[in-house]
């Protein structure tokens, strides 16, 4: 399968934004036909109600992708300091639409450098003065004085589970969110996990702990046996679920199956479950928002599944599953073999060369041994049937640069 070759947008900047996005109605009318979004929903206990297909803006280089996002009905907007110039040209935008209150904007306690193995998000050791100054930081960036929600990043990137328990418990962060929130500068707490250690367990104990008013977990049809009771569990309990990872990282992939048939499937596979929210997804051009949202509001279908099939059947063998980690145990040299394939998979699949690299070159035990290693025990460990030594061989030379 070759890869997907999105078209790049060069239309001037969109203009005339939806002023009732999100509005009482919850549906947003198509603008000239163009697919927009359908529906509307809660997030647990908070006062919000986002777009079911919300932006994810990771590699966001034009402020006017978002204002024709916001003209398409999409309200929510997942950003962060670390995200390259991700806050700066949202805030561009919003010097152009006016209406900030239709709007929901979510951004992360981390540093304003750039993605390096988790070293850009706030760690156990961090001041009050440390979360203050990152929610700081991204208001002026954004242009604005409050942030909807703030985000616990990427819990679960350490093995030890008590390490990662103490960062999203810590102390300094509660007591930041206090003042943050009685200063009016956020409204809700959140956490995120893509794995690869303790996904499940970590948000469960943030949906017990009453801290928390949403999590974001990566979530697909690929397989997240532990995820349908996590989020049962923080429905139960009032807390907002927003899935990210939804598309098993295929989002540059042409399946073959007609433009945004998958990615429409992938979507409804998601959002079929009543426990979710949202979604957030990376949109990077003008076709993402004509391929993605015709998902919007609609059912889950026999021919969605038969798409999914279709796609396992070509790629189930090569994904990774986010936050697995069952293979980790086999390998003698202790290789982070999780970690590893993740940021391949950011090279490969997501068009995230740099990141990738800078994030691999942090990892503590990289994967040179495997180039060397005869055994594979890591082949039999998975149970997803990956060929994890060919693959980790594979990661060390592009995320390296060796030949």
Same mark, same amino acid.
């Given at each position: 399968?070759?890869?997907?070759q #999105?078209i790049?947008?060069?239309a001037?900047l969109?203009?005339?934004a939806?002023?009732? =996005?999100?509005?009482s109605?919850?549906?947003?009318?198509?603008k000239?036909?163009?697919?927009?979004?359908?529906?509307y929903?809660s997030?647990?206990?908070? !006062?919000? !109600?986002m777009?079911d297909?919300?932006?994810?803006?990771?590699?966001?280089?034009?402020?006017?992708?978002i204002?024709r996002?916001?003209d398409?009905g999409i309200n929510?907007f &997942?950003?962060a300091p670390?995200y390259?110039?991700?806050?700066n040209i949202?805030g561009k935008?919003l010097r152009?639409f006016k209406?900030?209150?239709?709007i929901?904007?979510?951004?992360?306690?981390c540093?304003p450098?750039?993605?390096?193995?988790g070293?850009?998000? %706030?760690?156990?050791?961090?001041s009050? &003065?440390?979360?203050?100054?990152?929610v &700081?930081?991204?208001l002026k960036?954004?242009?604005?004085?409050?942030?909807?929600? =703030? #985000?616990?990043?990427?819990m679960g990137?350490?093995?030890?589970f008590?390490d990662? !328990?103490?960062r999203? @418990?810590?102390p300094?962060?509660?007591e930041?969110v206090?003042e943050?929130?009685?200063s009016?500068?956020i409204r809700?707490?959140?956490v995120s996990?893509?794995?690869?250690?303790?996904?499940e367990k970590?948000m %469960?104990?943030a =949906?017990?702990?009453?801290?928390f008013d949403?999590?974001?977990?990566?979530?697909? #049809?690929?397989?997240f046996?532990k995820?349908?009771?996590?989020?049962?569990?923080?429905k139960q309990?009032? +807390?907002?679920?927003?899935?990210?990872?939804? %598309?098993?990282?295929a989002?540059?992939?042409n399946?073959?199956?007609?433009?945004?048939?998958?990615e429409q499937?992938a979507f409804?596979?998601?959002l079929?479950?009543?426990?979710v929210?949202?979604l957030? +997804?990376t949109?990077k051009s003008?076709?993402h928002? &004509?391929?993605?949202?015709?998902?919007?509001g609609?059912p @889950?279908a026999?021919v969605?599944?038969?798409?999914?099939d279709?796609y396992a059947a070509?790629?189930?063998s090569?994904y990774c599953?986010t936050?697995?980690g069952?293979?980790g145990?086999?390998c003698?040299?202790?290789?982070d073999i999780?970690?590893i394939?993740?940021?391949?998979m950011?090279f490969?699949?997501?068009g995230?060369?740099?990141?990738a690299m800078?994030a691999? !070159?942090?990892v503590e035990?990289?994967a040179?041994?495997?180039?060397?290693?005869?055994?594979?025990n890591?082949?039999?460990?998975c149970?997803?049937?990956?060929s994890v030594g060919e693959?980790l061989r594979?990661?060390?030379?592009?995320?390296s640069?060796q030949?």
């Amino acid at each position: 399968m070759e890869r997907r070759q #999105f078209i790049q947008s060069s239309a001037a900047l969109a203009v005339g934004a939806v002023a009732g =996005v999100g509005g009482s109605a919850g549906q947003v009318e198509a603008k000239d036909n163009k697919a927009s979004v359908q529906k509307y929903n809660s997030v647990g206990r908070t !006062k919000m !109600k986002m777009s079911d297909i919300s932006f994810g803006s990771g590699r966001l280089t034009s402020s006017s992708l978002i204002l024709r996002a916001i003209d398409r009905g999409i309200n929510y907007f &997942d950003t962060a300091p670390d995200y390259g110039e991700s806050e700066n040209i949202i805030g561009k935008a919003l010097r152009r639409f006016k209406n900030r209150e239709k709007i929901y904007l979510a951004s992360k306690f981390c540093h304003p450098i750039a993605y390096s193995s988790g070293k850009s998000h %706030l760690q156990v050791g961090s001041s009050k &003065d440390d979360y203050i100054a990152s929610v &700081d930081g991204s208001l002026k960036r954004l242009g604005t004085d409050y942030l909807d929600v =703030v #985000f616990v990043h990427a819990m679960g990137e350490k093995e030890s589970f008590d390490d990662e !328990k103490e960062r999203l @418990f810590d102390p300094n962060m509660l007591e930041a969110v206090n003042e943050l929130k009685k200063s009016g500068k956020i409204r809700y707490l959140a956490v995120s996990s893509h794995g690869p250690n303790n996904m499940e367990k970590l948000m %469960l104990e943030a =949906v017990r702990s009453g801290y928390f008013d949403i999590i974001m977990p990566a979530f697909n #049809f690929m397989k997240f046996p532990k995820v349908p009771d996590l989020i049962r569990e923080a429905k139960q309990n009032g +807390v907002g679920v927003i899935a990210m990872k939804t %598309l098993a990282g295929a989002s540059d992939s042409n399946v073959e199956l007609g433009p945004g048939k998958f990615e429409q499937a992938a979507f409804k596979w998601v959002l079929n479950h009543a426990e979710v929210d949202g979604l957030v +997804v990376t949109f990077k051009s003008v076709t993402h928002l &004509d391929d993605y949202l015709p998902a919007s509001g609609q059912p @889950f279908a026999s021919v969605d599944q038969r798409f999914l099939d279709s796609y396992a059947a070509m790629y189930g063998s090569q994904y990774c599953r986010t936050g697995c980690g069952d293979c980790g145990p086999s390998c003698v040299e202790g290789v982070d073999i999780a970690s590893i394939l993740r940021y391949q998979m950011y090279f490969e699949n997501y068009g995230e060369e740099k990141r990738a690299m800078m994030a691999y !070159k942090d990892v503590e035990k990289n994967a040179e041994s495997c180039l060397a290693c005869a055994d594979d025990n890591c082949n039999s460990a998975c149970s997803y049937g990956l060929s994890v030594g060919e693959k980790l061989r594979a990661a060390h030379r592009s995320l390296s640069m060796q030949a």
